[in-house]
């Protein structure tokens, strides 16, 4: 997969969760790369995947009805510089980040 993963950005789990991008590590067991994030809406609550698994196609044989293609995928326009900032219409980036791929119905500052 030519896919790359980007600290400082966000990304949606194919659930729903969005997670912020902390960095990309190695296992200390394996040097396997790593992909360290924490979740938007607990952000003292630290996640750790590893690469390959984080940037994998959602399991369609086990989740035949999600609409995303990958486990994570990048939402664009927001990222770790402007997170705080708030939809011009709606003022709370959180829900926004909530609407499926069709976005707020706002735009974004």
């Not at 790359?4 to 912020?20: D, P, Q, S």
């Not at 219409?89 to 735009?107: A, D, P, W």
Request: proline share 3%; net charge negative; charged share 30%.
């Amino acid at each position: 997969m030519d896919r790359e993963i980007i600290a400082g950005k966000l990304y949606r789990h194919f659930k729903g969760n969005v997670y912020l991008i902390d960095g990309i590590g190695m296992d200390a067991d394996n040097n396997a790369q790593v992909v360290l994030y924490r979740d938007v809406r607990q952000p003292n609550r630290t996640w750790v995947r590893s690469y390959d698994e984080f940037i994998s196609e959602v399991d369609r044989e086990k989740y035949p009805d999600v609409k995303q293609h990958y486990r994570f995928e990048e939402i664009p326009g927001v990222d770790e510089s402007n997170i705080g900032k708030a939809c011009l219409g709606c003022r709370k980036i959180l829900q926004c980040l909530e609407i499926e791929e069709s976005g707020c119905q706002y735009s974004m500052a």
